[in-house]
């Protein structure tokens, strides 16, 4: 009986030894697991690092690299602008406005004023437009038609081989009172892009003519942008 016991208990013995063995090794496997898991987290956070850091950096360098090229494309272009006033003797059967060069500047290569009415554009690009008419009603001039309402209208128009005729680029029309003394001005403005060797004019109707102050309150300045 003493020996069934002690058999019986070393049987127990040995499966709780096994028990504790197989506890252990699942501990182990855990643990190994365990290891795994977390080597495996490391890696992946590592790489997620490395990974935000690189593109970053290519990011940063890109937007580097742009903004180095847009320096450059900046230094390359250079803006441009022209200052026009009108000649007293412009042409009204033409209806055409004449002009000359207020100002001379280094960069004028975009544009050329070989005839007085035509403001040549060598260059297609963005140009700004800007156009401001000064009109005064001298003494006399409205003596027998007082409290009569005029018309003033203006057009710059664009002459290139891809348009038939003249183009009409901007427009204006305004109405005046013909009164003595009376001062009155009209400024369009407007971006546009415009092919190389455009023409512009400035075409005012016939009877506007008289009207006109031709002085530097008139002035035709169109901006390489
Ligand atoms: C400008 O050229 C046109 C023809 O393109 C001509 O009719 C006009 O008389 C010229 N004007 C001047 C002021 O030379
Ligand atoms: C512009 O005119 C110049 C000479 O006047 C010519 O060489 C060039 O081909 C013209 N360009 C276009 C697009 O018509
Ligand atoms: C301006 O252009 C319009 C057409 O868009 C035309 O009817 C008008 O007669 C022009 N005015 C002048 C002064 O050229």
């Not at 063995?21 to 790489?47: P, V």
């Not at 390359?76 to 000359?100: F, I």
Request: proline share 2%.
């Amino acid at each position: 009986m003493a020996q069934m016991e002690m058999v019986e208990f070393g049987v127990e013995q040995g499966q709780m030894l096994q028990v504790l063995m197989r506890h252990c090794q699942t501990m182990k496997r855990q643990e190994t697991r365990l290891r795994l898991a977390t080597a495996l987290l490391l890696t992946a956070f590592l790489a997620t690092s490395l990974w935000l850091q690189f593109h970053s950096n290519t990011s940063t360098d890109s937007f580097a690299g742009a903004h180095t090229e847009a320096l450059k494309a900046k230094k390359t272009h250079k803006r441009q602008s022209v200052h026009l006033e009108p000649k007293s003797k412009s042409s009204p059967e033409k209806q055409l406005l004449e002009w000359y060069w207020r100002n001379e500047s280094p960069y004028l290569d975009n544009f050329n004023l070989k005839n007085a009415t035509e403001l040549h554009i060598s260059k297609k690009g963005l140009y700004l437009i800007n156009l401001k008419m000064s009109y005064r009603i001298a003494y006399g001039q409205c003596q027998d038609n007082t409290d009569k309402i005029m018309t003033l209208e203006v057009n710059v128009t664009q002459e290139h081989s891809n348009y038939e005729g003249e183009r009409v680029i901007l427009k204006g029309s305004e109405s005046m009172l013909c009164s003595e003394y009376w001062l009155q001005s009209m400024t369009l403005s407007r971006p546009i892009m415009l092919e190389d060797n455009s023409s512009l004019r400035v075409r005012i109707k016939k009877d506007n003519f008289k009207f006109v102050s031709w002085s530097e309150t008139t002035y035709l300045d169109v901006t390489y942008l």
